[in-house]
């Protein structure tokens, strides 16, 4: 799913103040979320991957692309 830059995340139904990671999609609070620069998915601290500043889909993806580069 691709999201648009800055387009909020989706809203928890089981709780009052949490959003869903869309990769994962475990609940916490919108401060341990982060919106991927590359496709606009929000991520927790376990699907996100600082090597590149993207999800950890986005991040494999990249790794693919280096990989056929060399």
């Known amino acids: 799913m691709m999201r648009k830059q800055g387009e909020p995340p ?9 959003f869903t990671c869309d990769l994962c999609n475990t609940a916490h609070p919108i401060a341990e979320l982060r919106q991927c620069v590359l496709c606009g998915r929000w991520a927790c601290n376990a699907c996100w991957k600082d090597e590149y ?11 693919i692309h280096q990989l056929k580069g060399e």
């Open 10 to 18: 989706v809203k928890d139904p089981h709780s009052f103040a949490q």
């Open 53 to 63: 500043y993207t999800c950890r889909s986005c991040a494999g993806l990249i790794k």
